[in-house]
């Protein structure tokens, strides 16, 4: 081997790499210095620097290395590049959850006092979290219909700075028309935040559609096992800190960093380092390491369990549409469903895997079906291998007034279902005796 | 900061595997300028940066322990590359300035920082036989081959199963 070749990583195509290939080697070669294949867990709070020079440098920004993993840590920077990879992004930050990376993804674009703008239909803790906690940041949360498009110019006119969405939302069955709303805000010099929980970037890639920044609860379909709580943000790169001026965090000198301007610094890194220098340093909600290793078995799976969990969710959706226990059904992917044609343009791969349904009997069936399952577990989570169960009006969206769950697709009646990997059939009989039980 | 601009990972490694010695054209002696953050990782990594900045030169500055030139021609020879840190509308002069010097520095790449364009520029430089790079950073570029940019949570694009030998001395081949 010449000389040469011993010293310089080979290098590919780059973005050319396939999404399958990216979701098994994005961000993670052999470890330079075992050959470990498989990303090792690096379980340390601390990193050794070179000198007090080096120290310096990494305190000051100026060049790449780890200080303490509060801030950074190679196994979670492995899941971040990965990540930012599939969603076709410029780099992403890992949180402690899927709430704890929606709030990194203000903290750099909100000031006190100021407001943001995000969908009525929301996961109901987003709601909760955005209406209840980040008040006493004096952060401001103006909820929209998105599908009101005139609704949602007018509150982007009155200052919201980001627009929040769920390209598909939960509790399910709800398409998020991310072009209309993208040049909405784009117009309004206002971000577009798409939280992609519930469609992962092998279903949606909000991205292509204009979206700003990207957050993802790893929790769901990333990980896939229920095994984790974590989260990321994700940044395009494309928006630009400086020639807006709007956001100052990112484009005005930075104390606690001797006056560094993010912006001009970093360019299209800015926001990325922003969120691990200052958003982490001081938020403090980082991924654990262990956390960020099961997230990457994750990933390299996600295209194949995505396609199942699709296929048997539509085949769960297409039969309780004919049952006569069964109000309605809001399944993205079916005929019927108002969001098809959302669906065909951004959900090309499949309508996802959580989905809601009425059942006749109102709030007390809809408790009952639940309780009589025995495969489906009855519990708080989504996008698990397991297939889950739950009635959002007494649990996730509890919390929310009568206007707001309805507005959320969580009613009286509402059973919220994320489809598993198992047999379909079995998923089918399960659900079948649990309504004969009703 | 999207681009139309398109070089290749074989490209640019082989230009920062090449080049030893840089001049960088607007170096700041601020440290806090993005122009000092660069040069001091550059260095780290094994580069002679030699700043050119007619203002630090006059006033005999030393910037990160290296004396400031005031223009191109007072570069000590042989320098592969010639980073302009300076706004778009300044390449075209420095670019100029580069073609002429050419073969008495030695020079081989004008390299135009992230956020620097002037294809006006690139054509008249390419035409003389120097190899251009525009809008991009040698450092971030330098970190994304090397395996450092993925540290910070950033897509370097980078995918490789292969085990390299480790580098010796500065991790750059001779
Ligand atoms: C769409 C969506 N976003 C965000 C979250 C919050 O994520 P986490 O529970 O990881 O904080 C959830 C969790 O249920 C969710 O479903």
Redesign the pocket.
């Known amino acids: 081997m010449s000389e040469d070749e011993t010293q310089t990583p080979a290098s590919g195509p780059g973005p050319d790499w396939g999404f399958e290939t990216r979701m098994i080697h994005a961000g993670a070669g052999p470890d330079p210095t075992s050959g470990a294949r498989q990303t090792p867990i690096h379980q340390t709070s601390a990193y050794a620097f070179h000198d007090a020079d080096h120290a310096a440098s990494l305190f000051n920004l100026q060049t790449f290395g780890f200080i303490y993993s509060r801030l950074g840590n190679p196994t979670v920077a492995t899941l971040e590049e990965r990540i930012a990879s599939l969603e076709g992004g410029r780099g992403a930050t890992c949180a402690a ?6 709030v990194l993804a203000f903290f750099p674009l909100i000031e006190a006092g100021e407001r943001f703008a995000a969908s009525t239909r ?2 109901g ?2 709601v909760t979290q955005f209406s209840r906690t980040f008040p006493k940041f004096d952060w401001h949360c103006d909820f929209v219909d998105t599908e009101d498009l005139s609704a949602v110019e007018a509150v982007l006119a009155q200052g919201a700075k980001a627009l929040f969405v ?1 390209s598909l ?2 509790p399910g069955g709800v398409v998020t028309d991310l072009e209309a709303l993208s040049g909405l805000a784009r117009a309004a010099g206002a971000l577009l935040i798409v ?1 992609n ?2 469609a992962t970037p092998w279903l949606c890639r909000p991205f292509e559609w204009g979206a700003d920044l990207i ?6 379909f990333l990980s896939g096992n229920g095994t984790v ?3 990321a943000v994700v940044d395009s790169g494309r928006f630009d800190w400086s020639a807006s001026g709007r956001f100052p965090g990112l484009s005005e000198p930075e104390p606690a960093y001797h006056g560094l301007k993010f912006s001009e610094t970093f360019g299209d890194l800015a926001f990325t380092v922003h969120s691990h220098a200052v958003g982490l340093r001081d938020l403090g909600a980082s991924m654990a390491p262990m956390n960020a290793f099961l997230t990457l078995l994750g990933t390299e799976t996600l295209a194949l369990r995505m396609e199942r969990h699709c296929r048997n969710s539509l085949a769960v959706a297409e039969w309780l549409t004919g049952h006569p226990k069964v109000e309605w059904v809001s399944h993205a992917g079916l005929p019927t469903s108002p969001y098809r044609e959302l669906a065909e343009k951004y959900l090309p791969n499949g309508a996802g895997a959580v989905f809601t349904f009425g059942v006749r009997g109102g709030y007390e069936a809809g408790v009952r079906v639940v309780e009589k399952c025995e495969l489906f577990s009855h519990l ?4 698990d291998a397991r297939s889950l169960i739950i009635h959002p009006a007494s649990t ?1 969206h509890r919390q929310l007034t009568d206007e707001q769950r309805a507005a959320a697709g969580a009613g009286p009646e509402v059973v919220r279902l994320s489809i598993g990997l198992e047999t379909v059939d079995d998923l089918v009989r399960d659900l079948d005796q649990a309504l004969a039980a009703a | 900061m999207a681009t139309d601009l398109h070089y290749s990972d074989a490209l640019i490694t082989g230009i920062l595997r090449r080049v030893r010695t840089i001049a960088m054209v607007g170096a700041s002696p601020n440290w806090k300028r993005p122009s000092n953050f660069a040069m001091k990782y550059l260095q780290e990594k094994g580069f002679r940066v030699i700043p050119v900045n007619p203002r630090a030169a006059a006033a005999g500055a030393l910037i990160l322990g290296e004396k400031a030139c005031a223009s191109l021609e007072d570069v000590p020879a042989p320098v592969e590359m010639v980073d302009v840190f300076r706004a778009s509308e300044a390449a075209l002069e420095i670019t100029r300035e580069a073609i002429r010097l050419r073969a008495e520095k030695g020079f081989e790449v004008v390299w135009m920082q992230l956020g620097v364009r002037n294809d006006e520029a690139a054509a008249e430089a390419e035409a003389a036989g120097l190899t251009v790079i525009m809008n991009r950073c040698p450092k971030i570029e330098y970190g994304r081959l090397w395996g450092e940019l993925g540290w910070g949570g950033f897509d370097s694009g980078v995918i490789s199963s292969r085990w390299p030998r480790p580098a010796k001395g500065n991790g750059r081949a001779g």
């Open positions: 959850s899927g709430h704890a990376a929606q929301l996961y803790g987003s769920e939302a939960n939280d929980t519930l957050v993802h609860s790893a929790t769901k709580i974590g989260g708080a989570n989504i996008g996730t």
